[in-house]
């Protein structure tokens, strides 16, 4: 059994499921997903029980920090981020050590293993690449709005542009991580985009669509995508997935609408900057062929 940790909002949530699968595949073992950080975490809803993933969740007796489990679940919380203290001496809890670059060694990793990190890179899963794809498809039928707008992207150049503002505005520790991708990093990826397309046509997503059609001009056909909210969100992965190109911000959830397009073809342009104010080595987290701007 491999056992792997999901958390964060839907991009981070879909690293984290697509690590733990592609090491299940390898040990030839089932995949169990810990979902328990939902108890606690506030800041975004598990959100993959919509995407057609094998749904095999963890029981208190799979976690070894549930051995002399209470009833209550803020204990067994603080008991878990104990023995979380302790999980570099336990061979089989690998912890990746905040954000860090591709490390082969999880591939390496043993059945029995529990994987507690982020894993925000490709090369974890590109073996499997098909395989991911195909558990990340929407398993619910999509509305007419969103069958009508599926319609549409695909009778055009259509290019996905994603605005993330949110918690990136509102939370000032998710703030001062990330910052915002200002107006130059959409200029330049308009700009590169119609170098490149005829009659591209941008279809825009943002978690403040409100802001995005006051402060986003393309200078070309564009449609805002404002009937989706937060519970939605899958709706919106399928949408920019079925787009040609993509211009993402400096998020795992328009990452992963880019990444689940598998036209070779494709143009994608992500921020040259990923992290503000913060030194990560982010060269593993762009994809071979995307553009940074």
């Known amino acids: 059994m491999i056992i792997t940790k999901i958390t964060g909002g839907l991009?981070?949530?879909?690293?984290q499921y697509a690590v733990g699968r592609t090491l299940s595949l390898k040990n030839n073992t089932e995949l169990k997903l810990d979902i328990s950080a939902f108890d606690?975490?506030?800041?975004?809803?598990?959100?993959?029980e919509k995407l057609s993933i094998t749904k095999n969740y963890t029981t208190k007796k799979d976690l070894p920090w549930y051995e002399n489990a209470s009833s209550n679940k803020y204990i067994d919380f603080i008991l878990q981020k104990i023995?979380?203290?302790?999980?570099?001496?336990?061979?089989?809890?690998?912890?990746?050590?905040?954000?860090?670059?591709?490390?082969?060694?999880?591939?390496?990793?043993?059945?029995?293993?529990?994987l507690d990190g982020y894993f925000q890179s490709d090369k974890y899963f590109r073996e499997y690449a098909d395989i991911?794809?195909?558990?990340?498809?929407?398993?619910?039928?999509?509305?007419?709005?969103?069958?009508?707008m599926i319609e549409k992207i695909q009778s055009v150049n259509a290019v996905s542009?994603?605005?993330?503002?949110?918690?990136?505005?509102?939370?000032?520790?998710?703030?001062?991580?990330?910052?915002?991708?200002?107006?130059?990093?959409?200029?330049?990826?308009?700009?590169?985009i119609a170098e490149k397309i005829e009659n591209p046509v941008f279809f825009i997503f943002s978690d403040d669509i409100d802001w995005a059609k006051?402060?986003?001009?393309?200078?070309?056909?564009?449609?805002?995508?404002?009937?989706?909210?937060?519970?939605?969100?899958?709706?919106?992965?399928?949408?920019m997935k079925n787009c040609k190109h993509h211009i993402i911000a400096n998020s795992t959830f328009s990452w992963w609408g880019a990444w689940l397009n598998p036209s070779t073809e494709k143009i994608v342009t992500m921020?040259?900057?990923?992290?503000?104010?913060?030194?990560?080595?982010?060269?593993?987290?762009?994809p071979d062929g995307w553009v940074r701007i």
Request: hydrophobic share 30%.
């Open 83 to 114: 023995k979380n203290l302790a999980a570099p001496c336990n061979k089989l809890h690998f912890r990746e050590n905040g954000f860090e670059s591709f490390n082969e060694k999880v591939l390496t990793l043993p059945d029995g293993t529990y």
């Open 271 to 286: 921020p040259s900057v990923w992290f503000s104010g913060y030194v990560y080595d982010t060269k593993d987290l762009y």
């Open 214 to 239: 006051e402060n986003m001009k393309t200078g070309f056909e564009q449609h805002f995508i404002d009937f989706n909210d937060a519970s939605q969100n899958h709706e919106d992965i399928r949408l």
């Open 11 to 15: 991009g981070n949530q879909m690293f």
């Open 40 to 48: 606690t975490y506030r800041l975004h809803e598990y959100s993959l």
């Open 161 to 192: 542009l994603h605005i993330r503002r949110g918690d990136y505005v509102k939370n000032s520790n998710t703030q001062a991580l990330h910052g915002l991708c200002n107006a130059e990093y959409y200029k330049n990826a308009v700009a590169h």
């Open 132 to 148: 991911i794809r195909s558990d990340f498809e929407v398993s619910i039928l999509a509305s007419s709005q969103n069958v009508e």
